[in-house]
DNA sequence: CGTAAGATTGAATGGCCTCAAGGACAGTGG
DNA sequence: CCACTGTCCTTGAGGCCATTCAATCTTACG
């Protein structure tokens, strides 16, 4: 998941859960179930296949020698991740929110192995993964605190809220220091922006993880403040 | 081209134009040229064609509508760029140094038109892209502006420096306010932190767009600071 | 109740930005 | 040949936002 520019740019690349009927692929292919807190795979891990993500939720960070690290992207249900480059991942794959994902086998990705279908699923999740990389450039380069974090919520509130009236319940399954890693942001800087959304009456915590969008307007202002 | 995180980043993922002997492909693709200044595509563009460097130097931005930019990559021989995402381009493509690339038909890399190897060339070409941004994550999310400015040049120099005995020449083709706007910091900071590394003497300049390496060590200290 | 992990809040610092002015350089026309 | 102009780059001063360092609060769990 990342969290891209806009909502209109979010509607133009919709995801493969909605585009295409779940039940046309997830029955024939296998399904691994993870708990919380299992690790998918390693960075320099042979690529052996390719991960849709049907519930849950994953992670993918990169470290670096002196500690500092970045979360890339965190992979709700419909997303693909592990795109291969070379035979290694390149990146950590951790669960955050035990899941289920459908593998693929990486060659039906690079050689076309398997069903063209499938392949064609897989190159355009790749093709969509890079334009959506591009967006979250924007994000981590160009936007303020506050406009990251309202812009995360958003997302996460379009991607995984439930409705409750005409607002929006938000249960996060990542950390605050994993909220932080991903926006470029400490994690104090993370905490503080939620209270001051929370101070504005745009949002209310039933706990630390569990946000409820009161104001969905106002945090869309405050994504995009000038 | 992305600023990635270490040396050993760029080593591990080769660009085409070293795996592939060059005439083995382009002898045979259409060969375009562009003069500095013009335009390749536009976002919203049809996503006719993607496009393999030769020589020269390709910019790719993303504009949003209170007018913040992002310089998305440089794309320097060697590099693909265009690749799209459903039927339009979604960044703009201009020419900042008078170059010639190689046209590849769409479809080549979505239905396999064409030569098998070509496809697989272009798919590689896309997956390392994804692992190149991903690094590039790094960089915009936590570094400073001097480790910025000197990853930047340190990969300048790696990609169009020529030799000149122990030190190297880069010949930038873009300005300040491209290289700001790649880096996610502002003119007068990359220009402040290019004079920090003059006074340091780990470069000079010839002229506002012709730097030395003169000391490549000191330079990749910079580039890693803790 | 005690401990540990995570989250929040406070105070102070600093790095980058903003605003502003001046310098370098090429192109143009008198 | 030389002002004139526009673009780009550099430099300075001041301010703000996010960070750093540190303490407190919350929650879960044995």
Known sequence: MYVTLSNAATDAYPRAATDIPRQSFSSARPVRRF??????????????????????????????????????AFALPGD???????????????????????????????????????????LMAALREISAMQDHFMMLARKSALEKVASFLLVMSDRIGTRQGDKSMIELQMKRADIADFLGLTIETVSRTITQLRNSGIISLVSANSIIVLDAKGLADASEAA
Chains 1, 2 share one sequence.
């Open 35 to 72: 708990a919380t807190g299992a690790c998918v795979f390693r960075e320099g891990d042979d690529a052996s296949h390719i991960y849709e993500v049907q519930s849950g939720t994953l992670r993918l960070t990169r470290v670096l020698e002196n500690g500092r690290r970045q979360v890339i």
């Open 80 to 122: 693909i991740v592990g795109f291969p480059n070379g035979d290694q991942h390149h990146t950590d794959c951790d669960v955050i929110g035990s899941c289920e994902v459908v593998l693929h086998r990486r060659e039906a990705l690079e050689n076309g192995e398997g069903s063209p279908e499938t392949h064609r699923r897989l």
